[in-house]
Protein backbone atom coordinates (compact mmCIF):
# COMPACT_ATOMS: atom_id res chain seq x y z
CA UNK A 1 0.00 0.00 0.00
CA UNK A 2 1.85 3.23 -1.17
CA UNK A 3 2.19 5.99 1.43
CA UNK A 4 -0.20 8.97 0.92
CA UNK A 5 2.04 11.09 2.71
CA UNK A 6 5.86 11.11 3.68
CA UNK A 7 5.16 12.10 7.02
CA UNK A 8 1.79 10.34 7.73
CA UNK A 9 -0.11 13.50 7.96
CA UNK A 10 2.23 14.46 11.63
CA UNK A 11 5.06 15.66 12.48
CA UNK A 12 5.93 13.43 15.85
CA UNK A 13 8.77 11.33 14.14
CA UNK A 14 9.62 8.11 16.25
CA UNK A 15 8.50 9.42 19.57
CA UNK A 16 5.54 7.67 19.80
CA UNK A 17 2.36 8.51 20.86
CA UNK A 18 1.54 12.90 21.61
CA UNK A 19 -0.55 14.88 23.44
CA UNK A 20 -4.25 16.00 22.42
CA UNK A 21 -5.44 19.45 21.15
CA UNK A 22 -9.10 20.38 21.44
CA UNK A 23 -9.72 22.39 17.86
CA UNK A 24 -10.22 25.88 18.69
CA UNK A 25 -13.26 25.77 15.61
CA UNK A 26 -15.27 22.50 16.14
CA UNK A 27 -13.27 21.24 20.00
CA UNK A 28 -12.69 18.04 18.01
CA UNK A 29 -9.81 16.31 20.32
CA UNK A 30 -6.53 15.92 17.69
CA UNK A 31 -3.10 14.98 18.28
CA UNK A 32 -0.78 17.93 19.10
CA UNK A 33 1.44 16.84 16.00
CA UNK A 34 -1.09 16.69 13.96
CA UNK A 35 -3.03 19.73 14.74
CA UNK A 36 -2.58 22.94 12.67
CA UNK A 37 -0.73 25.71 15.12
CA UNK A 38 -1.82 29.33 14.56
CA UNK A 39 -0.17 32.19 16.56
CA UNK A 40 -1.88 35.69 16.32
CA UNK A 41 -0.93 39.19 18.34
CA UNK A 42 -3.76 40.66 19.61
CA UNK A 43 -3.19 44.14 21.80
CA UNK A 44 -5.60 44.62 24.57
CA UNK A 45 -5.40 48.42 24.46
CA UNK A 46 -7.45 50.13 22.00
CA UNK A 47 -5.54 51.79 19.12
CA UNK A 48 -6.11 55.49 19.54
CA UNK A 49 -5.13 55.37 23.21
CA UNK A 50 -1.96 52.67 22.48
CA UNK A 51 -0.82 55.04 19.93
CA UNK A 52 -1.31 58.31 22.93
CA UNK A 53 0.81 56.45 25.24
CA UNK A 54 3.47 55.21 22.63
CA UNK A 55 4.30 58.78 21.96
CA UNK A 56 4.98 59.44 25.92
CA UNK A 57 7.06 56.85 25.71
CA UNK A 58 5.11 53.69 27.24
CA UNK A 59 6.08 50.11 25.95
CA UNK A 60 2.48 48.18 25.50
CA UNK A 61 3.28 44.32 25.41
CA UNK A 62 0.64 42.52 22.91
CA UNK A 63 -0.47 39.20 23.77
CA UNK A 64 0.02 36.31 21.90
CA UNK A 65 -3.03 34.45 20.80
CA UNK A 66 -2.37 30.34 19.78
CA UNK A 67 -5.35 28.44 18.69
CA UNK A 68 -5.30 24.73 17.15
CA UNK A 69 -7.15 23.64 14.36
CA UNK A 70 -8.04 20.04 13.13
CA UNK A 71 -6.77 19.19 9.37
CA UNK A 72 -10.75 19.58 8.26
CA UNK A 73 -11.14 22.91 10.01
CA UNK A 74 -7.62 24.32 8.90
CA UNK A 75 -8.96 23.89 5.14
CA UNK A 76 -12.18 25.00 5.22
CA UNK A 77 -10.66 28.73 7.08
CA UNK A 78 -7.54 28.73 4.33
CA UNK A 79 -5.15 27.87 6.84
CA UNK A 80 -3.89 24.92 5.03
CA UNK A 81 -4.43 24.33 0.99
CA UNK A 82 -5.54 21.38 -0.90
CA UNK A 83 -2.32 19.87 -2.61
CA UNK A 84 -2.03 18.07 -5.30
CA UNK A 85 -0.83 14.22 -4.92
CA UNK A 86 2.58 15.21 -6.61
CA UNK A 87 2.73 18.10 -3.58
CA UNK A 88 1.78 16.42 -0.70
CA UNK A 89 5.08 14.93 -0.25
CA UNK A 90 6.60 17.68 -0.32
CA UNK A 91 7.33 19.37 3.27
CA UNK A 92 7.64 23.18 2.98
CA UNK A 93 5.84 26.75 3.93
CA UNK A 94 1.77 25.86 2.48
CA UNK A 95 0.65 29.82 3.77
Do not use: N, W
Amino acid sequence: MPKKRASRGRTKGGKGSSSTVHCSQCGAMVPRDKAKKVTGRITLVEPMLAKELRSQGAYIAPSTDVKFYCVSCAVHRGIVKVRSELDRRTAGRLR
